[in-house]
């Protein structure tokens, strides 16, 4: 199992790497799932804990929870006011544009109803391309196969945004088994994550996380390393230069 990083703590906040693979909060919809990161931040750091925002099951990276129900409040407002930054890096199919807005309504992925009976709901992604490949390899019908590095930053947080976002615009993740495509995902799980057993890889990870303190209002920026096989691919690439690494950065005072 990839163990639980803590990157920051205080008597308000906790910063945590969230493992690829584990579940912020128990769901119905998975009631047997063996981690909870909830659960193991708790038994980690001995402190109830309070969840403001969420990350997929698959998608790995930097999470932010409150250590008291006010601070939980300030937080999520920070979050529904849109006063939280988010990059995410991604690999998806095809040479992606340089930058794009992603600016289009996704209606609710709630599990409950239809997805035609919820309403659109305003969505934005602004994507920038890092870095592309093309491999001699025929994949799919061309005869060889592109792929791009991406940087996603996403100022609404619709379920599956980025991931939908990006299969609407012809450059869906790697990884994807809802919005992706099947014989890119086969292809990179057989070559590229052979030696990494279990590894059913989203290649997408939110790397950086910046807002502010709800009590001191100074600016936290939190940024976590990609797991290992995420960053053996980059580097097999040669993307090595866009590693995110562990790290919390303390800025000046802003209004909490």
């Known amino acids: ?8 703590l205080d008597d308000d ?11 912020v909060h128990r769901s119905a919809l998975d009631r047997h799932a063996p981690r909870i990161l909830l659960q193991e931040l708790r038994d980690t750091i001995q402190r109830r804990v309070y969840p403001v925002h969420r990350l997929d099951r698959p998608t790995a990276g930097v999470m932010v929870f409150a250590l008291s129900p006010e601070a939980a409040a300030r937080l999520s407002e920070q979050f529904t006011e849109h006063r939280v930054d988010k990059r995410y890096l991604a690999v998806v199919r095809g040479h992606a544009p340089l930058a794009a807005r992603l600016d289009w309504p996704l209606r609710e992925e709630d599990g409950l109803r239809p997805k035609a009976e919820n309403p659109a709901m305003p969505a934005c992604t602004e994507i920038a391309r890092l870095a592309e ?12 196969s592109r792929y791009s590095l991406i940087e996603a930053n996403p100022s609404s947080g619709r379920r599956h945004q980025i991931r939908r976002h990006l299969s609407q615009a012809g450059h869906p993740l ?5 919005h992706g495509k099947g014989v890119h995902n086969r292809y990179f799980k057989t070559h590229y994550f052979a030696e990494f057993p279990g ?43 866009h590693l995110s690494r562990d790290r919390i950065t303390v800025c000046e005072q802003t209004n909490p």
């Open 199 to 241: 590894s059913a890889r989203l290649l997408l990870a939110a790397t950086r996380l910046g807002f502010a303190h709800p009590f001191s209002g100074m600016r936290i920026e939190a940024e976590a390393a990609l797991e290992s096989d995420f960053a053996a691919l980059l580097e097999l690439f040669g993307w090595q230069a």
């Open 133 to 144: 490949i093309e491999l001699p390899v025929a994949i799919d019908r061309y005869p060889s």
């Open 13 to 23: 906040i906790v910063v945590v790497a969230k493992p690829a693979g584990v579940l």
């Open 1 to 8: 199992m990839t163990p639980l990083r803590v990157l920051h």
């Open 174 to 178: 790697i990884g994807d088994a809802k």
